[in-house]
């Protein structure tokens, strides 16, 4: 026996593997989103009272964050065009600019929690405190996975033996998927937690 | 099929059988850890059986082992109880049987039995055992934590479990092994999506994969929930919040440090919205093993093919909905609880439906008493003890009365071990021959299986009868309470069925290991058998099938009329009369 | 091998583009009204509604669902319905059946009396 990985076409018609193997995984992940956002209704309505998220968080650095991430769902599916064009510099570029801008939301959030720790605030000062560090972490970390991804497929494009791959472009498109994923829960988070 | 190859001919030892990306390889690995950790689980409660039939006496042998914290003179401390019993749940459900059901029989067959050469996500497969197997391993760790292991119960109620010694590794260990499952489960739903052989409709799979297709279903959706509850649970034990802790909560005098506001019963939802499609996920492949080995050994179709998987669907789907049956007296609104209750009674119909296909299938064939039929036909009675035993736990009138009652402890039992357990065991008796090129020894197998029978029987039954005597459950000393003397002496009994069914099962690891080696060699088919892994070599090679196989006909192609021969492989040509 | 231009296609830049304008505008339309602090249940209502009409666009649009195989919108169908499940009765459980206000205080460990 050797360890070869056999790929298999699956029957025609159908969703690729990876395609198909993406979009379950998102599944999985809007369940524990959901949770999550549960967990924070059932707090916030079983609670006396609750902070207004202008009074008690930096809504124009979170403007901003929101801004950052839905340009970089736009870059990556510019990236993806290119790929799906074989235009090997045009993939790298595009690629490049959403990886950029998403280590430019890990920096604004970075600040963001640097400066609440400085004041002393953390996720044990109160349910709203906790709700935000929870989930805003949860987010960064997903937001980091999806750095890892990109960042790998932009390495794996420098190696022809990657970037001739038949199933290259549907790793491209996978890895769309999932950061479009991530931008979704931003869209959620962003307002639940500082708007309203 | 295509295939990447690498420069080197021969794979190392390493490739070949650590870190392999064969499902089968994979499969078996699951098979001989999660055996392991049942064999450890069941340790573990060997040490509480001697407690509850001797409360305050020293453990023999094993006393003078423990720490003076965790048995002062080879007595067991009620922490270390505790801590016995949280262990003993997790290790079974999360380290044994799930991984066993579906990590080690589905990993294995279900490429076989679809006509697919591997698993769709060959790495992401191998990743999954190696997420499994440092998780448990960081589970058991957890009894080398200050103050002992996770001792708040498998279900971790806060705020108890907020404030005791061992929860952290338990809930990182599990955000491991969910993990672990997540990626299993993308694996096996893609792989029967989109790998089945040509011919392999949905509805020519056999029952086995049907099950295995449900069971990842409810994993992938039911699994994140509480992923989500426990990294909120870590938080409040790390990082001081209060998800779980109520404003104002006072512990031994003192009040309580953190901010205050949660709500402990949110965890109780959480988990149990992920534990209750849990225990159909503990079920659903064991029955499709049965129905496997029935169907083969009574020569004849299974009865109700179609009815018995839209009864599995159906469970699967009602199993999202019947979760707050666990929580019937934690204060919920009668409303609520009557919707709980009627979800319940909705979803006992599907499983009645499952049973009565099984015994049909048996009405008219030709039954072959062989040691796999033995444990399938076991299963049959001991699982429907299991599942009647649960009606009453789902009328919220009776539940009042038995809910933490050694009833509930009796009723998940004889449908974990006789009936899921009892399955996989048949199961390895079956599928041994595929595994390995040889059979295990029947002899022994017939001891084993009477032996283990009888004493599940012996261990369990007592048990519905202390509940209904109103044993609560969880107790270090069942003789604190005053009306539990009366049925003390069934708590000796239970003892020492388990300490027989820990002796029965020697019989079972030694034909194991010594029928790998030495078993009488056997024929690609010894079972005379119609599914797909039956037809390729024992074991398969890498690959699985020499050329891509194309299906024919249904899966019970058994006795067909108008063949002299019978069974009627799925993949043999349709031709003439053999 | 199957090969890409059977799977998948290009991807509409001209519609990416007025999907970005149409979210950025969106986006600023909710930081705006949100600083005029209408009441609760409203607010949440118009920011919730605009957080799906967003979410709607990047799903249908850059995720490519809006043209996709059924399959993906049954499997889709199905998570909702079972998140929906989760969040329905647990928000009726906690916030109806089970009011949670008075602090709950633990006794010192006694033993049980006798009886019940």
Known sequence: MTTIAIEQPPTAGAISNAKLGVWLFLASEIMLFATLFTSYIVLRLGSTSWPWGWDALNVPLATLNTVILITSSITIVMAYAKAYDKDKPGFQSWMSLTILLSLGFLVVKAFEYSHEFKLGIGPHTSVFYAIYFTMTGLHVIHVLGGILVNAGLLYMSSRSKHWEHPLFLGRVEGAGLYWHFVDIVWIFLFPSLYLL | ?578 | MNTHATQSHRPDVRMSLLTFGALMALTLVTVVVSKFHLPRPQAIALGLFVALVKASLVAGLFMHLWGEKKLIHKFLFVTLACAAVLVLPLIDSLLVSHQLTAPIAVADQRPVGSGH
């Open chain 2, 1 to 578: 099929m295509s295939h990447d190859h690498s420069g080197s001919s021969s794979p190392s030892f390493r490739e070949k059988y650590v870190f392999s990306l064969d499902h089968k390889v994979i499969g078996l690995q699951y098979l001989i850890t999660s055996f392991i950790f049942l064999l450890v689980g069941f340790g573990l409660m060997m040490l509480m059986r001697w407690q509850l039939a001797f409360p305050g006496s020293p453990i023999p042998f094993f006393g003078r082992l423990f720490s003076a914290e965790l048995a002062p003179n080879g007595v067991m401390s009620g922490e270390f109880y505790n801590a016995l019993g949280a262990m003993h749940g997790t290790i079974m459900v999360f380290l044994g049987v799930v991984p066993l059901a579906v990590g080690a029989y589905g990993n294995y067959l279900l490429p076989l039995q679809i006509g697919a050469p591997d698993m769709a996500f060959p790495r992401m497969n191998m990743m999954s055992y190696w997420l499994y197997l440092p998780g448990g391993v960081l589970m058991l760790l957890s009894f080398l934590m200050p103050g002992g292991a996770a001792q708040s119960g498998w279900t971790s109620y806060p705020p108890l479990s907020i404030i005791n010694p061992g929860q952290t590794v338990w809930l990182l260990s599990m955000v491991i092994l969910i993990t672990s499952s997540l990626l299993g489960s993308i694996n096996f739903l893609v792989t029967t999506i989109n790998m089945r052989a040509p011919g392999m409709s949905l509805w020519r799979m056999p029952v086995f994969c049907w099950a295995q297709l449900v069971t990842a279903v409810l994993l992938l959706l039911a699994f994140p929930p509480l992923e989500a509850a426990s990294i909120l649970q870590l938080m409040d034990r790390v990082f001081h919040t209060s998800f779980y802790m109520p404003k104002d909560l006072v512990l031994l005098g003192q009040t309580y440090s953190g901010s205050g506001g949660g709500q402990p019963l949110l965890w109780q939802h959480l988990f149990w919205f992920l534990a209750h499609p849990e225990v159909y996920v503990l079920v659903l492949p064991p029955m499709g093993i049965v129905s496997e080995i029935i169907a083969n050994n009574t020569r004849k179709p299974l009865h109700g093919y179609k009815t018995m998987v839209y009864s599995m669907i159906a469970i699967g789907v009602m199993s999202f909905m019947v979760w707050a049956h666990h929580m019937f007296i934690s204060g919920m609104s009668p409303a609520l609880s009557n919707f709980f209750l009627v979800t319940t009674m909705i979803i006992s119909v599907p499983s009645v439906a499952l049973m009565t296909c099984l015994v049909f299938s048996l009405k008219g064939g030709s039954i072959r008493f062989n040691v796999p039929m033995l444990f399938a036909l076991a299963f049959i009675p001991l699982f429907a003890i299991g599942g009647l035993t649960g009606l009453p736990l789902g009328l919220t009138v009776t539940d009042i009365y038995l809910h933490d009652t050694y009833y509930v402890i009796g009723h998940f039992h004889f449908v974990v071990v006789s009936g899921s357990i009892i399955a996989l065991m048949g199961g390895t008796y079956y599928w041994f021959p595929k595994w390995y090129g040889r059979k295990m020894n029947d002899r022994l197998g017939l001891i084993h299986f009477w032996g283990s029978v009888a004493c599940m029987v012996g261990i369990f039954s007592p048990m519905l009868i202390m509940g209904l005597a109103g044993t609560s459950r969880r107790l270090y000393d069942p003789t604190a309470q005053l009306h539990n003397l009366s049925t003390q002496g069934l708590n000796v009994v239970s003892t020492y069925f388990a300490y027989g069914l820990a002796l029965f099962q020697l019989p079972f690891i030694y034909n194991f290991f010594n029928s790998m080696f030495r078993g009488e060699k056997t024929p690609e088919n010894p079972w005379q058998a119609t599914t797909l892994e039956w037809a390729c070599p024992s074991p398969p090679p890498h690959g699985n099938f020499p050329s891509t196989p194309t299906v024919h006909r249904g899966p019970y192609e058994y006795s067909t009329p108008g063949r002299v021969c019978d069974f009627w492989p799925q993949s043999e040509p349709p031709s003439e009369d053999l």
